[in-house]
């Protein structure tokens, strides 16, 4: 979750819902997210889903006042207090400063045993960082006409030598000559779709796995998927934190809530790391967390070699169009389009995050992700939206603040129901897929000409 959410669609409400009767019952029974109703810790020793409210100050302060003092804010929910990740203890902590904290879910959904996992899987389906890099090796193998896969930068634990990964990327098209090189002149555009930035966000990856599958598979056959193949470069990043991945998955059936990268820094558990989506030289803000936060945004801008490799491979790929000036816009000849998935809340989010002031292009930015809109139905959101919390460092900001290129962060997955939270159970997957497929092709095909008004 990078940011902020607002209330959800009741018709999407209503089909999840309906998927959720349908799956209970084939999974064995599960914890539901009560939503408010009064609900018992199913497991006191796990960290669980809470809403604070305080009888003295508002949502906004309180979130704010949590986030000094250490808690993991989940930015979303606000209509139900602040939401927070936390222990039984740290629970009972607040109450005891007269704060009303009120169970609202597991983090945690029942794996049935009857679900073998596969090599290269955890949790019930969900892909491994390793299992993730065989399948990009084993597409790009089985595909040499429609796929380059690449060695983009490392993981912080790769740079320490301490095991780690290489950051890949693949390059998916109908490949002819000079496509995929890194270059800023090719002859086609680019839609890049990124994943797994915070690690904790299990099914963000799945959906770049999925992504890779559905245009690997329907070249040839599908009318649409062939046609954007011939014209456009469709790179994918799909571990962009490999590194915390691997922390996640090392409980097969408790995942590690790891959002940031392994970078050592001193602190104990998932507060080791830095905020990779707060990392990015544009609009980089010390203020943003300190050492052991979880938006802790690092020692300096761009200082984590994942950012570099993401950073150094989108300026590589990307015509820069845009003057530097945060208020200049990208001009009208600017092709190319990019996603970041992030999860949860359901949201379209369109830059800036970093200032409520609306960019330059901010016309043609709001139609594709009103575009978006129509196949997956999540809110249209910039700015704050409304919140006051902002994003600034963030990887949408960067690549249209310093590239022109139009950045969105899709929030994939409900506030509520049982696929909401970190960790859905991994039947949720399919649906997430069946309701954003179609915003990465909104996406992709805008990467021709994405500002014709140029406002
Ligand atoms: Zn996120």
Same mark, same amino acid.
């Given at each position: 979750m990078t940011r902020f959410a607002l209330s959800r669609r009741s018709r999407l409400r209503s089909v999840l819902a309906a998927a959720t009767a349908v799956l209970l019952p084939l999974l064995g029974a599960g914890l539901a997210f009560?939503?408010?109703a009064a609900a018992s810790v199913?497991?006191?020793?796990e960290p669980a889903y809470y809403d604070v409210t305080s009888p003295s100050t508002t949502a906004t302060g309180l979130a704010a006042d949590l986030t000094q003092r250490g808690y993991d804010v989940?930015?979303?929910?606000?209509?139900?207090g602040v939401p927070i990740l936390a222990t039984a203890a740290e629970a009972q902590r607040l109450r005891h400063r007269g704060l009303t904290v009120r169970y609202a879910g597991p983090l945690y959904q029942p794996v049935s045993a *009857?679900?073998?996992?596969?090599? /290269?899987?955890? %949790? /019930?389906g969900y892909h491994t960082a390793a299992g993730h890099e065989a399948h990009n090796q084993q597409v790009a193998s089985a595909h040499p006409d429609l796929v380059v896969l690449r060695s983009i930068g490392q993981s912080w634990l790769k740079t320490q030598g301490r095991g780690g990964h290489d950051i890949q990327a693949l390059c998916l098209t109908k490949?002819?000559?000079?496509?995929?090189?890194?270059?800023? *002149?090719?002859a086609k555009p680019k839609f890049t779709l990124m994943a @797994?930035?915070?690690?904790?966000?299990?099914?963000t990856g799945e959906l770049a796995y999925m992504w890779i599958d559905y245009l690997v598979g329907n070249y040839g056959t599908n009318a649409d998927v062939t046609r954007l193949m011939d014209t456009t470069e469709l790179w994918v990043?799909?571990?962009?934190?490999p590194d915390g991945v691997d922390i996640v998955s090392s409980n097969s059936t408790r995942p590690v809530s @790891?959002?940031?990268?392994?970078?050592?820094?001193?602190?104990?558990g998932t507060g080791r790391g830095v905020d990779l989506n707060r990392n *990015?030289? %544009?609009?980089? $803000?010390?203020? @943003?967390?300190?050492?052991?936060?979880?938006? %802790?945004? /690092?020692?300096?801008?761009? *200082?984590e070699p994942e950012t570099q490799g993401i950073q150094n491979l989108l300026a590589g790929i990307y015509r820069d169009t845009k003057?530097?000036? $945060?208020f200049s816009p990208a001009t009208t000849d600017t092709t190319g389009t990019f996603v970041t998935l992030h999860s949860y809340a359901e949201l379209n989010i369109y830059p800036y995050?970093?200032?409520?002031t609306l960019a330059p292009n901010n016309d043609d930015l709001r139609t594709i992700a009103t575009a978006m809109s129509r196949s997956n139905h999540y809110d249209v959101v910039h700015g $704050?939206?409304?919140?006051n919390y902002f994003a600034p460092g963030a990887t949408d900001d960067w690549i249209y603040g310093t590239l022109g290129v139009p950045g969105y962060t899709i929030e994939v997955g409900?506030?509520?129901?049982?696929?909401? /939270?970190?960790?859905?159970? %991994?039947?949720?997957v399919p649906g997430f897929w069946n309701l954003n497929v179609g915003a990465f092709m909104a996406l992709a095909n805008a990467a021709a000409h994405p500002y014709p008004t140029g406002h």
């Amino acid at each position: 979750m990078t940011r902020f959410a607002l209330s959800r669609r009741s018709r999407l409400r209503s089909v999840l819902a309906a998927a959720t009767a349908v799956l209970l019952p084939l999974l064995g029974a599960g914890l539901a997210f009560p939503g408010g109703a009064a609900a018992s810790v199913p497991n006191a020793s796990e960290p669980a889903y809470y809403d604070v409210t305080s009888p003295s100050t508002t949502a906004t302060g309180l979130a704010a006042d949590l986030t000094q003092r250490g808690y993991d804010v989940l930015e979303g929910r606000l209509t139900h207090g602040v939401p927070i990740l936390a222990t039984a203890a740290e629970a009972q902590r607040l109450r005891h400063r007269g704060l009303t904290v009120r169970y609202a879910g597991p983090l945690y959904q029942p794996v049935s045993a *009857s679900v073998r996992a596969a090599a /290269g899987t955890y %949790y /019930g389906g969900y892909h491994t960082a390793a299992g993730h890099e065989a399948h990009n090796q084993q597409v790009a193998s089985a595909h040499p006409d429609l796929v380059v896969l690449r060695s983009i930068g490392q993981s912080w634990l790769k740079t320490q030598g301490r095991g780690g990964h290489d950051i890949q990327a693949l390059c998916l098209t109908k490949i002819k000559p000079g496509d995929c090189a890194t270059s800023t *002149s090719g002859a086609k555009p680019k839609f890049t779709l990124m994943a @797994q930035m915070h690690a904790r966000e299990l099914a963000t990856g799945e959906l770049a796995y999925m992504w890779i599958d559905y245009l690997v598979g329907n070249y040839g056959t599908n009318a649409d998927v062939t046609r954007l193949m011939d014209t456009t470069e469709l790179w994918v990043i799909p571990i962009a934190n490999p590194d915390g991945v691997d922390i996640v998955s090392s409980n097969s059936t408790r995942p590690v809530s @790891q959002r940031k990268n392994a970078h050592d820094n001193g602190c104990s558990g998932t507060g080791r790391g830095v905020d990779l989506n707060r990392n *990015s030289s %544009y609009h980089w $803000d010390v203020n @943003q967390g300190t050492k052991c936060s979880e938006t %802790y945004p /690092g020692a300096s801008a761009a *200082s984590e070699p994942e950012t570099q490799g993401i950073q150094n491979l989108l300026a590589g790929i990307y015509r820069d169009t845009k003057p530097s000036a $945060d208020f200049s816009p990208a001009t009208t000849d600017t092709t190319g389009t990019f996603v970041t998935l992030h999860s949860y809340a359901e949201l379209n989010i369109y830059p800036y995050g970093w200032t409520n002031t609306l960019a330059p292009n901010n016309d043609d930015l709001r139609t594709i992700a009103t575009a978006m809109s129509r196949s997956n139905h999540y809110d249209v959101v910039h700015g $704050d939206g409304g919140l006051n919390y902002f994003a600034p460092g963030a990887t949408d900001d960067w690549i249209y603040g310093t590239l022109g290129v139009p950045g969105y962060t899709i929030e994939v997955g409900p506030n509520s129901s049982s696929c909401s /939270g970190f960790f859905p159970r %991994y039947s949720c997957v399919p649906g997430f897929w069946n309701l954003n497929v179609g915003a990465f092709m909104a996406l992709a095909n805008a990467a021709a000409h994405p500002y014709p008004t140029g406002h």
